[in-house]
């Protein structure tokens, strides 16, 4: 039998059924810019375009922000 000290509380992370979610979209934490955020590449005649799609939380709940390639915003969206 193991001993365990009586006040000794083991605590567990509660997991934020929110950021699973993204991680399951393929979403991925930017530290730097404290989000999450993922890259859509889409195909044009010459190339192709790079558009970021961010989450962040603030005070009144998350946002959701789409940044085009030259980093406009062409979309933006409280969760």
């Not at 979403?27 to 404290?34: A, I, L, Q, S, T």
Request: aromatic residues 16%; contains cysteine; charged residues 35%.
């Amino acid at each position: 039998m193991a001993w365990r000290n009586p006040w000794y509380i083991e605590t567990v992370p509660e997991v934020d059924p929110f950021i699973e979610g993204l991680k399951e979209k393929g979403c991925h934490y930017n530290e730097d810019e404290d989000c999450w955020e993922r890259v859509w590449v889409v195909a044009t005649k010459n190339g192709s375009e790079r558009s970021r799609e961010v989450y962040k939380q603030g005070e009144d709940g998350w946002r959701v922000v789409m940044y085009g390639d030259k980093g406009d915003v062409f979309f933006e969206n409280q969760v």
